[in-house]
């Protein structure tokens, strides 16, 4: 069966060509170009991954994406950004994306970066097992349900969100190789989805705060270790 995409982009000429190169790379695609029509669309169609611009009038990408969530917290969401708009890119990651690419692109880049999200995805659920539960101080990560339970308050996560924070309760108080993260979550180590880690590993410590004893510590030229006092 072929993967379904959404691609939501209000630059008609080359949304169009887009469209045309994944289905020729055996995607099925829905191509819109505006807010309103995305969220339409995803209200009534399935789909394995959107593809959204976030500089479109009336209701930009930011926005539909976190309708998007609000509907499927587990729809994968690559971003199309502007080359020089670092804040979007930092934004995008804190809303949950799980990737981004900078205009202008290469369709053979984004082809590449689509088959590794579906990957991943594809992964995650085929190691799925009944229970796969982790205490972490005093919280509680379900990396099926991608929760993270604190007393009478579950945080949802975002699907690297819950990976990442998975990979770390299993390296607890060892270190989790910073390469190592890189390719079991993107497919690769490249230096952009470095500082995407770098934003994950910042907002993992901002979900955990509320457990004083526990810390995510910089391992420098190494990777990251998780502490729990």
């Given at each position: ?6 691609l939501?982009?209000?630059e008609?000429q080359?949304?169009?060509?887009t ?6 790379k055996?995607?099925e695609?829905?191509?819109v170009h505006?807010?309103d029509?995305g969220?339409?669309?995803f209200?009534t ?16 990408g ?5 309708e998007?969530?609000a509907i ?6 690559i ?7 670092k804040?979007?890119r ?9 990737d981004y690419i900078?205009k ?9 970066r689509?088959q ?8 995650a ?6 229970s796969?539960?982790?205490d972490?101080?005093k ?7 991608r929760?993270?339970?604190f007393?009478d308050?579950?945080?949802?996560l975002?699907?690297?969100e819950s990976?990442?924070l998975?990979?770390l ?5 060892g270190?989790?190789?910073?390469e ?5 979550i ?6 952009l989805?470095?500082?995407?880690l ?7 410590r901002?979900?955990l705060?509320?457990?004083e004893r526990?810390?995510?510590l910089?391992?420098?030229?190494v990777?990251?270790r998780?502490?729990?006092?």
């Amino acid at each position: 069966m072929k993967p379904k995409i959404l691609l939501v982009d209000d630059e008609r000429q080359f949304s169009a060509m887009t469209k045309e190169y994944l289905e020729a790379k055996n995607h099925e695609v829905s191509l819109v170009h505006s807010g309103d029509a995305g969220l339409h669309a995803f209200q009534t169609q399935e789909f394995d991954l959107c593809i959204l611009d976030i500089r479109m009038p009336m209701k930009d990408g930011f926005t539909l994406a976190a309708e998007i969530r609000a509907i499927n917290g587990h729809t994968p969401i690559i971003f199309l950004t502007g080359m020089q708009e670092k804040e979007d890119r930092i934004k995008g990651l804190t809303l949950g994306a799980d990737d981004y690419i900078t205009k202008p692109f290469s369709m053979e880049e984004l082809s590449l970066r689509i088959q590794n999200i579906l990957k991943r995805v594809r992964y995650a659920v085929a190691e799925k097992t009944v229970s796969e539960k982790y205490d972490v101080g005093k919280y509680q990560l379900d990396a099926i349900s991608r929760e993270l339970r604190f007393q009478d308050n579950i945080i949802k996560l975002t699907a690297i969100e819950s990976r990442l924070l998975q990979m770390l309760t299993e390296h607890q108080n060892g270190v989790l190789d910073r390469e190592n993260a890189l390719k079991r979550i993107w497919g690769d180590d490249h230096f952009l989805h470095g500082r995407s880690l770098n934003v994950y590993v910042s907002k993992l410590r901002q979900l955990l705060r509320q457990d004083e004893r526990i810390e995510i510590l910089n391992v420098h030229g190494v990777g990251y270790r998780l502490v729990v006092k």
